[in-house]
C-alpha cells in the first residue's frame, strides 16, 4: 500500500496531465480515497515529526525523556488535529463556493476531495522532510509545483469549469488548501504549552 502511494505521488509530481486523467477514470469513493491514500500521508507526517522531535531533544543539553515524549506526543496530536481537521474544512468550504454566484457551479464533493487529496501530497511530503531535516527549509519552494498541480487537476477533473475561471479557481484552491491547515496547525502549536 505504502509503495502504491508513494508511486502515485511520483507521477503525478513527474507525469501531472497523464496522472490526473487516470485518477479521473478511476472515480474512486472519497471514503476509500480517504482511507488509502490521505490518511497514510497523514500517519508519514506525525512519524515524521515524531522521529524529528526525537532527534531535535537528542542534541539538547538538559534533554530528559519526560519533556521528549510529551513533546511527540504533542506534534502528533496537533499535526493529526490540523491535517484532517483542515483537510476537511478546506473540502467542505470549496464544494460550497462551487455552488456560489462566484463559480456558479454544481456541488461535488467527491471531486473536490480528490482534488485536495492528491494536490496536497506534495505538500505533505515536503513538509515531512522538513519535520526530518529541519535545516532543509528550502524545500518549502518546491510548494509552488502545486499552482500546476492544482491547475492540472481542476481542468481535468471539474468539465464545466470555464477557461476564464481556471486562473481564479486555482488560486482559491490553493489559498485554501495552505492557509487553512497550515493555519489550525500554528494556531494549535501556540494554544498548546
Not at 2 to 25: G, H, N, S
Not at 64 to 80: H, Q, Y
Not at 153 to 160: E, H, P, S
Request: proline share 3%; hydrophobic share 60%; with cysteine.
Amino acid at each position: 500500500m505504502v509503495k502504491q502511494i508513494f508511486a502515485r505521488i511520483f507521477d503525478l509530481i513527474v507525469y501531472p496531465q497523464e496522472t490526473w486523467e487516470t485518477i479521473k477514470t478511476e472515480n474512486v469513493d472519497g471514503n476509500i480515497l480517504r482511507n488509502r491514500f490521505y490518511f497514510p500521508l497523514i500517519v508519514m507526517i506525525i512519524i515524521c515529526a515524531t522521529i524529528g522531535s526525537i532527534s531535535t531533544f537528542l542534541f539538547e543539553i538538559e534533554a530528559d525523556f519526560v519533556t521528549l515524549f510529551l513533546e511527540s506526543i504533542k506534534n502528533a496530536v496537533v499535526f493529526f488535529i490540523a491535517y484532517f481537521l483542515g483537510f476537511f474544512v478546506v473540502t467542505l468550504i470549496f464544494n460550497e463556493l462551487l455552488a456560489s454566484p462566484f463559480f456558479s457551479m454544481e456541488r461535488d464533493l467527491d471531486k473536490c476531495f480528490t482534488l485536495f487529496a492528491y494536490s496536497s501530497s506534495l505538500m505533505w511530503c515536503i513538509k515531512a522532510l522538513v519535520l526530518l531535516f529541519p535545516n532543509m527549509l528550502f524545500l518549502y519552494l518546491l510548494n509552488f509545483y502545486a499552482i500546476y498541480l492544482i491547475w492540472t487537476g481542476a481542468v481535468i477533473l471539474f468539465d464545466n469549469l470555464h477557461k476564464d475561471m481556471t486562473v481564479k479557481f486555482t488560486l482559491i484552491a490553493l489559498l485554501l488548501l495552505y492557509c487553512i491547515p497550515l493555519g489550525i496547525e500554528n494556531i494549535m502549536l501556540k494554544l498548546i504549552p
